[in-house]
């Protein structure tokens, strides 16, 4: 079957949140900048991440196909975690975490004949957190490349009390805000 689309990300997440709700697709994983910028709010950073990932693939793509680029951010006190740089910056976010809420942002850009986003704004809580399970988790190799140093689909769904909004936004790519965006671009997920 031809690909619906582009998707602009190297995440094995994102692809399989695509093909879970039947979108074929290519992928064409773009790197850009992604430190945020001096009193950027969490809310402008997630989106303009992600429109700037679907810009730079769109300029390198001779088709038509249309892009589909997202970016997801964890927020804790008004504060972007991003991925950790190592072992110790894992255990700083995971134990900012601990027993408490926390928000993800996830910013979708679908580039096709215009241009389109949403945000997914989720808030997830945790139970409280030791030292012995951050290690543990820590060890798994999980936390190394994920916002906020967890992966809400993988072994962190254990320390999860609760959630309120889009469990595939906290993966990276709410589904919702997908399907209404390619509906736009007359991608129907539902026929």
């Not at 910056?89 to 027993?99: D, I, K, N, Q, R």
Request: charged share 20%; with cysteine; hydrophobic share 40%.
């Amino acid at each position: 079957m031809n690909p619906q689309l582009v998707l602009a990300s190297a995440s094995p997440r994102r692809s399989e949140l695509l093909k879970q709700i039947g979108i074929t697709h290519v992928i064409k994983a773009v790197d850009i900048d992604e430190t945020p910028l001096p009193h950027e709010s969490p809310m402008v950073y997630v989106e303009r991440v992600a429109n700037e990932k679907s810009a730079a693939c769109r300029a390198l793509l001779s088709d038509d196909l249309p892009v589909l680029a997202a970016d997801t951010s964890v927020i804790c006190d008004g504060k972007i975690l991003g991925k950790p740089d190592n072992q110790q910056h894992a255990f700083e976010m995971l134990s900012l975490l601990s027993g408490r809420s926390h928000q993800v942002y996830s910013a979708v850009s679908l580039r096709g004949h215009q241009h389109w986003q949403a945000l997914s704004v989720s808030e997830v809580t945790f139970k409280p957190l030791s030292q012995a399970e951050i290690m543990a988790y820590w060890q798994t190799g999980e936390p190394e490349d994920k916002a906020g140093a967890y992966a809400i689909q993988g072994l962190a769904s254990v320390f999860i009390t609760s959630i309120t909004g889009s469990f595939s936004g906290v993966m990276g790519l709410p589904l919702f805000e997908t399907a209404q965006l390619l509906a736009k671009q007359g991608i129907k997920v539902i026929a």
